[in-house]
């Protein structure tokens, strides 16, 4: 006989649920031991039931130490991430200060307070610097405008969808008041090309 496919979803019924709660977790603890067994590896298995019951499997020792190793690893990978994230942004740091302090110098010699240690080669880097940064703030600023341009007509489209929406559906109740009146005593006008008056 072929079981079927177990779709994963909530059990409902409070006691198949207990009873594959039981199942599945010795077979996951017993899966867990196997693998200690068979590979050498030191396996922890935490298990809160819905009752809040807990069931747990350490293989070797206890869960405690197995807890505070994962944790040391925890601490250990995330410095060893961020000196690796250190050392990926430091040419990228050193490059943003050097064009600060261009812009800086450029900015002091403009004012009056440096301007006898700029040289020709000097002022075109700065030139160049502050043309690049007007290139990008013009950019910078065209995409918001476009991005508030965008918003603004799906603001006007939902309005007139809503709108629509509106009249559609006033028109609707109109046809149905309608044919609700339209054979009545108090109807003065039999109703043509959906429009209709009533009197009463």
């Given at each position: 006989?072929v079981r079927g496919?177990?779709?994963?979803?909530?059990?409902?019924?409070?006691?198949?649920?207990r009873?594959?709660?039981?199942?599945?977790?010795?077979?996951?603890?017993?899966?867990?031991r196997?693998l200690s067994?068979?590979?050498?590896?030191?396996?922890?298995v935490?298990?809160?039931s819905?009752?809040?019951?807990?069931?747990e499997?350490?293989?070797?020792?206890?869960?405690?130490?197995?807890?505070k190793?994962y944790?040391?690893?925890?601490?250990?990978?995330?410095?060893q991430?961020?000196?690796?994230q250190?050392?990926?942004?430091?040419?990228?740091?050193?490059?943003?200060r050097e064009?600060?302090?261009?812009?800086?110098?450029?900015?002091?010699?403009?004012?009056?307070g440096?301007?006898?240690?700029?040289?020709?080669?000097?002022?075109?880097?700065?030139?160049?610097?502050l043309?690049?940064?007007?290139?990008q703030?013009r950019?910078?600023?065209?995409?918001?405008m476009q991005q508030?341009?965008?918003?603004?007509?799906?603001k006007?489209?939902?309005?007139?969808?809503?709108i629509?929406n509106?009249?559609?559906k006033?028109?609707?109740?109109l046809?149905?008041?309608c044919?609700v009146?339209?054979?009545?005593?108090?109807?003065?006008?039999?109703?043509?090309?959906?429009?209709?008056?009533?009197s009463?």
């Amino acid at each position: 006989m072929v079981r079927g496919k177990v779709r994963m979803r909530r059990i409902e019924n409070l006691a198949h649920r207990r009873v594959t709660f039981c199942k599945r977790r010795e077979g996951l603890l017993k899966k867990a031991r196997e693998l200690s067994v068979l590979c050498d590896a030191e396996v922890g298995v935490i298990i809160f039931s819905s009752q809040g019951k807990l069931h747990e499997l350490a293989t070797n020792g206890n869960m405690q130490s197995l807890v505070k190793r994962y944790q040391g690893d925890v601490v250990e990978s995330q410095m060893q991430n961020r000196a690796l994230q250190s050392q990926v942004a430091q040419p990228g740091i050193f490059l943003v200060r050097e064009e600060i302090d261009q812009l800086q110098q450029g900015l002091r010699s403009m004012y009056g307070g440096g301007a006898g240690d700029m040289t020709l080669d000097k002022l075109h880097t700065l030139e160049k610097s502050l043309e690049l940064w007007i290139c990008q703030m013009r950019s910078t600023k065209m995409l918001i405008m476009q991005q508030e341009i965008q918003f603004l007509e799906n603001k006007g489209m939902l309005i007139i969808f809503f709108i629509y929406n509106v009249q559609v559906k006033e028109q609707n109740e109109l046809m149905n008041m309608c044919s609700v009146f339209g054979g009545s005593p108090y109807s003065t006008h039999p109703v043509s090309n959906g429009n209709c008056f009533f009197s009463i």
